[in-house]
């Protein structure tokens, strides 16, 4: 099949590569003329594992292409995937669909025969009927049908979660289109992955409800581990003994600074205003934002609790800075609420994150940015593991103890084990293990 994807941004470019390993022929489209021509020489704007080699072998095997003119693209495509960005709008937290809008004018245009247009951003109830709206009326002739696959990647493993995912979405009620949409995933099939073919804003709302209820599962589990730093139980353990209850799953109850990225935050937004404004309020989810954000807000004051009550004039070595590892995606990460409270209080901070530090760098100001954790932590009044990078699994822990100052080390992700911090004799805090 042909396939055009327009916006090729993290969902656009990882859907586009993996669509043409699948053997469909893929044009991504996008406007950033700087980026086509980085992509045609096969750098990758983004993070992520596994994306360089696939973008560069199916563009080898002449699968994927890129372009900053449409107009073939379209003409040709039996689907034109929507993959370009619906941020938060500033002020009011709804999803800005202004690119979604430009791009449906934009393929409405210029599309040719039976065309599924298929909208992979992630955007409120409703839009794909304004989508078909917009496309209706600048074309009256054209054959479209406006169908919603939303995606469900995970940065850091979105390669793994397109090629095998639990289940794919397509909200759609059309005969032809749904005949589309599987052909494009029929290579799925053989792992009998479940294709769930339902109404259109249905499958707008799974993709909100799915990462909403994920928010929420992390946020129940960080309430529950204050809770058990509060009575003297460990919060894996609690975690451990209600995941294995299969109604619950043992997925999504890791403990930590609270949840940040590109997706949580907005989504869960979006969603409150969403449900605001149809008058069917999502209280749940509007406390899971607030607990959420508060949570992220007072990590800063358990460094200073474990530095005995202030920071001035120390120096914090922070070890991790993107909003989850095998990313170099600063989004809302905790990192940037937790440094800059430190540095309010009178820390200097120095940092070390193996893909981050570059995107940290223009949104943080002052921060010693080093080459190693070692050369990190040398100095240091205290270490704060941020981000569960694997190399901070396994730090050479003698070594850490010679370069710091003091051997104090706040674990926000529970990377190490109480006992053996104690036994290297490091005065060591975490999160929900009393
Ligand atoms: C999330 C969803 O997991 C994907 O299914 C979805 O497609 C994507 O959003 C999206 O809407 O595009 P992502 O934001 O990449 O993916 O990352 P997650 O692995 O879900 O982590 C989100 C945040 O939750 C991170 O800050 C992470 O550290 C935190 N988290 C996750 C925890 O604190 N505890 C956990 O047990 C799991």
């Given at each position: 099949?042909?396939?055009?994807?327009?916006?090729?941004?993290?969902?656009?470019?990882?859907?586009?590569?993996?669509?043409?390993?699948?053997?469909?022929?893929?044009?991504?489209?996008?406007?950033?003329?700087?980026?086509?021509?980085?992509?045609?020489?096969?750098?990758?704007?983004?993070?992520?594992?596994?994306?360089?080699?696939?973008?560069?072998?199916?563009?080898?095997?002449?699968?994927?292409?890129?372009?900053?003119?449409?107009?073939?693209?379209?003409?040709?495509?039996?689907?034109?995937?929507?993959?370009?960005?619906?941020?938060?709008?500033?002020?009011?937290?709804?999803?800005?669909?202004?690119?979604?809008?430009?791009?449906?004018?934009?393929?409405?245009?210029?599309?040719?025969?039976?065309?599924?247009?298929?909208?992979?951003?992630?955007?409120?109830?409703?839009?794909?009927?304004?989508?078909?709206?917009?496309?209706?009326?600048?074309?009256?002739?054209?054959?479209?049908?406006?169908?919603?696959?939303?995606?469900?990647?995970?940065?850091?493993?979105?390669?793994?979660?397109?090629?095998?995912?639990?289940?794919?979405?397509?909200?759609?009620?059309?005969?032809?289109?749904?005949?589309?949409?599987?052909?494009?995933?029929?290579?799925?099939?053989?792992?009998?992955?479940?294709?769930?073919?339902?109404?259109?804003?249905?499958?707008?709302?799974?993709?909100?409800?799915?990462?909403?209820?994920?928010?929420?599962?992390?946020?129940?589990?960080?309430?529950?581990?204050?809770?058990?730093?509060?009575?003297?139980?460990?919060?894996?353990?609690?975690?451990?003994?209600?995941?294995?209850?299969?109604?619950?799953?043992?997925?999504?109850?890791?403990?930590?600074?609270?949840?940040?990225?590109?997706?949580?935050?907005?989504?869960?937004?979006?969603?409150?205003?969403?449900?605001?404004?149809?008058?069917?309020?999502?209280?749940?989810?509007?406390?899971?934002?607030?607990?959420?954000?508060?949570?992220?807000?007072?990590?800063?004051?358990?460094?200073?609790?474990?530095?005995?009550?202030?920071?001035?004039?120390?120096?914090?070595?922070v070890?991790g800075?993107?909003?989850?590892?095998?990313?170099?995606?600063?989004?809302?990460?905790p990192s940037?609420?937790?440094?800059?409270?430190?540095?309010?209080?009178?820390?200097?901070?120095?940092?070390?994150?193996?893909?981050?530090?570059?995107?940290?760098?223009?949104?943080?100001?002052?921060?010693?940015?080093?080459?190693?954790?070692?050369?990190?932590?040398?100095?240091?009044?205290?270490?704060v593991i941020i981000t569960?990078?694997?190399?901070?699994?396994?730090?050479?822990?003698?070594?850490?103890?010679?370069?710091?100052?003091?051997?104090?080390?706040?674990?926000l992700?529970?990377?190490?084990?109480?006992?053996?911090?104690?036994?290297?004799?490091?005065?060591?805090?975490?999160?929900?293990?009393?």
């Amino acid at each position: 099949m042909r396939v055009a994807v327009v916006g090729t941004g993290y969902v656009g470019l990882v859907s586009g590569a993996c669509f043409a390993d699948f053997g469909h022929v893929v044009t991504c489209v996008d406007k950033d003329a700087g980026k086509i021509e980085r992509l045609k020489k096969g750098e990758i704007p983004i993070f992520e594992p596994g994306l360089d080699q696939l973008v560069a072998s199916n563009a080898r095997e002449d699968r994927l292409f890129f372009t900053t003119d449409p107009r073939d693209a379209i003409k040709t495509a039996d689907a034109v995937f929507i993959a370009v960005g619906t941020p938060s709008r500033r002020g009011d937290g709804h999803a800005d669909l202004s690119y979604v809008y430009a791009a449906a004018a934009e393929i409405a245009d210029l599309v040719e025969g039976f065309t599924v247009v298929v909208t992979k951003s992630t955007v409120p109830v409703g839009t794909g009927d304004e989508i078909e709206r917009i496309i209706r009326e600048r074309r009256p002739d054209a054959d479209v049908a406006v169908v919603s696959n939303p995606e469900f990647l995970r940065e850091g493993a979105a390669i793994a979660d397109f090629k095998r995912p639990d289940r794919i979405v397509v909200g759609t009620d059309d005969a032809r289109a749904r005949a589309v949409m599987q052909e494009l995933y029929r290579p799925l099939s053989l792992n009998e992955t479940p294709l769930l073919v339902v109404n259109r804003r249905t499958s707008e709302l799974i993709k909100y409800a799915g990462n909403a209820f994920l928010a929420m599962k992390i946020t129940f589990i960080n309430e529950m581990a204050d809770l058990c730093e509060a009575v003297g139980a460990d919060v894996q353990q609690v975690a451990r003994g209600i995941g294995l209850d299969n109604r619950i799953g043992s997925k999504f109850l890791n403990a930590g600074p609270g949840y940040g990225g590109s997706c949580f935050p907005k989504d869960t937004l979006a969603l409150v205003r969403t449900a605001t404004e149809y008058g069917s309020p999502v209280r749940l989810i509007e406390t899971t934002v607030a607990v959420n954000d508060a949570r992220k807000k007072a990590m800063a004051e358990r460094v200073v609790a474990a530095c005995g009550g202030a920071v001035a004039g120390k120096t914090i070595a922070v070890l991790g800075l993107t909003f989850k590892p095998n990313t170099d995606d600063m989004r809302d990460a905790p990192s940037l609420d937790i440094i800059p409270a430190l540095q309010k209080a009178g820390a200097s901070v120095r940092a070390f994150d193996p893909e981050g530090m570059h995107e940290a760098s223009k949104m943080l100001s002052d921060v010693t940015f080093t080459q190693s954790p070692y050369d990190c932590v040398s100095g240091a009044d205290c270490v704060v593991i941020i981000t569960e990078w694997d190399q901070f699994r396994a730090l050479d822990l003698d070594r850490v103890k010679t370069l710091v100052k003091s051997p104090t080390i706040v674990d926000l992700r529970n990377v190490y084990r109480p006992a053996e911090m104690a036994a290297k004799g490091f005065q060591y805090a975490s999160i929900g293990r009393g």
